[in-house]
């Protein structure tokens, strides 16, 4: 089915200039305020100055309100306020399905920032960690073994939307780690082994077995083994020993229990806006590409949207495409390593667990061509629009023209409150009281945080933030 120009003939003008009155600025200098007060540690201020905030008026933006008012509220310690926002979060994911072709169709011909934000995969998985994080410290079982059920689909929904493919972001392996804590933190061993099982085998399929950025943890390794050998599947521990390359070794008993203690470091990359510059030329008879003017990037132009004769017409009258795109850019990390010591019989040093800023470059990267070829569509139907309104009269031409130009934005919305990395170890603890003391190891400073945590022979989970920028 043809796209009809001439439908676009004078309603599309109007459309174009709405966002650039309403959305002229990228996100991050958008929330500027709430994201600086994120980094320096005042989180009143910050969940302040999200209410404030006129960008989240607009209902497209409500699930990254949600997601970052959700996050406030987790570093404030307020976890069942917090599971509050998060839930409304999931209530716009599941319910943006009856919008879904009204809303890309806004964004062919319009452009993507004027969509509905539907966050980036990474960033739904990580819902559930701070869902599954404030219930486990609201001492809610029930409802963390729920979120943990939930990280399973969540998975299942990702391998499909990348068709299984291992070389994308098809499975999460820390979403998986985070179920397997909730299952251990809730007796049910068999479900935390099968967890710890499947975050193993996506770090082994890997040829260095590192995935987006993380070597496969220690800590994941002994919780496999230890949770295997509580089951009594030896085969498995020997199996999973021949492929970590060490010996299990059963841990002492130990009353007192243990805390897992999740350290977010540094905050994730911003977006900011690229623009790329492309060319329509024939590679063979009735075969078109767009390409760069370093003839490095080859996409295909599907010349099925449109009539034939609309195609010559761009060929002929269309000399180059300006496309704006998102690109991300790294937010310096202040600390790059801690260590963690339980009084002074016990220490180690934390592990990477999930590298957030990794994940948004590459999987930012892995998208590139399709998102890019829907750029291009979205600017050849204007430019076809904007040949039939000068047919009629040249002055609306260019009127539409410097329009369409002003119009061209990325789409620069992310979860912006998200850490740089997080970072995980398992503690244990005596029966009693326990001084855990997390040290924190920058370039050139050093900082110290003191936890008292009380060994009632269960698992427990204690997180911290260092959220500054260098």
């Not at 509580?230 to 020997?238: A, R």
């Not at 002929?316 to 010591?341: C, G, K, M, N, W």
Request: charged share 25%.
């Amino acid at each position: 089915m043809f796209i009809s120009v001439r439908q676009w003939k004078w309603r599309l003008p109007l459309a174009l200039a709405i966002p650039f009155f309403c959305s002229c600025r990228t996100y991050n200098s958008a929330v500027a305020p709430y994201y600086q007060a994120v980094s320096q540690g005042r989180f009143d201020e910050a969940s302040t100055q999200l209410d404030k905030a006129r960008f989240f008026r607009y209902g497209r933006n409500k699930l990254l309100f949600n997601m970052e008012k959700g996050k406030t509220a987790f570093l404030q310690g307020r976890y069942h306020e917090s599971n509050l926002y998060f839930n409304a979060a999931d209530s716009i994911l599941s319910g943006y399905r009856g919008s879904r072709i009204l809303d890309q169709t806004l964004g062919l011909v319009v452009n993507p920032a004027m969509q509905i934000y539907q966050g980036e995969d990474f960033e739904r998985l990580l819902i559930h960690y701070y869902k599954s994080v404030n219930y486990l410290q609201l001492h809610q079982l029930e409802d963390a073994e729920v979120e943990a059920r939930r990280i399973s689909l969540g998975n299942y929904a990702l391998n499909d939307r990348k068709k299984n493919n291992d070389k994308k972001y098809s499975n999460d392996a820390f979403s998986l780690i985070v179920q397997g804590i909730v299952y251990e933190s809730a007796g049910d061993v068999n479900n935390a082994f099968i967890s710890y099982r499947n975050a193993a085998d996506i770090f082994l399929k890997s040829p260095d077995r590192r995935y987006y950025g993380v070597d496969m943890p220690a800590q994941l390794q002994a919780d496999l083994l230890r949770t295997a050998d509580q089951l009594g599947f030896q085969q498995e521990v020997q199996y999973y020993e021949q492929q970590f390359g060490r010996v299990y070794h059963r841990p002492a008993d130990n009353d007192g229990g243990s805390v897992l203690v999740f350290w977010e470091n540094g905050l994730a990359p911003v977006k900011a806006e690229s623009n790329f510059f492309f060319t329509l030329t024939e590679r063979g008879p009735g075969n078109f590409v767009f390409t760069d003017p370093n003839s490095r990037i080859f996409i295909p132009f599907d010349f099925n949207l449109f009539p034939r004769d609309s195609c010559d017409r761009l060929r002929r009258h269309l000399e180059a495409f300006r496309v704006a795109f998102p690109s991300y850019v790294e937010q310096p990390l202040y600390y790059t390593a801690a260590d963690i010591q339980r009084d002074s019989t016990f220490s180690t040093t934390l592990e990477k667990v999930e590298d957030v800023n990794q994940l948004a470059f590459r999987t930012l990267q892995e998208r590139f061509l399709k998102e890019m070829g829907l750029a291009l569509t979205r600017l050849a139907i204007k430019k076809l629009a904007e040949y039939e309104i000068r047919k009629n009269d040249e002055v609306a031409g260019e009127l539409f023209n410097l329009i369409s130009l002003l119009a061209e934005k990325a789409d620069t919305r992310n979860w912006q409150s998200l850490p740089h990395s997080i970072y995980y170890s398992r503690i244990p603890l005596k029966k009693g009281d326990n001084k855990i003391t997390l040290t924190l190891k920058g370039k050139d400073n050093t900082q110290k945080v003191e936890f008292n945590v009380v060994g009632n022979g269960r698992l427990q989970t204690l997180h911290y933030a260092s959220l500054q920028k260098s």
